[in-house]
């Protein structure tokens, strides 16, 4: 989660013209995939991430929560 975290602020980041701080070996895909992406959609799966981190200190199902934000990840870019 941590590392989806960092790879949707560097992608955020890439798409408003600057430059990735956490996968930098990865600024050509994601430039790729910035041009690719809504920033709405982007800003609000992140915030997704971010309430699902929280969600993820109760040892409720964290392999569903995981599945879940892979497909709305996956759901960005459609």
């Not at 929280?54 to 459609?78: G, S, T």
Request: hydrophobic share 50%; aromatic share 10%.
């Amino acid at each position: 989660l941590e590392w989806l975290l960092g790879w949707t602020g560097d992608l955020a980041r890439v798409a408003a013209g600057g430059a990735p701080r956490q996968n930098p070996d990865f600024a050509d895909a994601l430039s790729s995939l910035a041009n690719a992406v809504a920033p709405f959609p982007l800003f609000r799966y992140h915030r997704s991430l971010l309430r699902q981190r929280a969600l993820l200190a109760h040892p409720l199902q964290p392999r569903l929560v995981a599945e879940a934000l892979l497909i709305e990840y996956r759901d960005l870019f459609r």
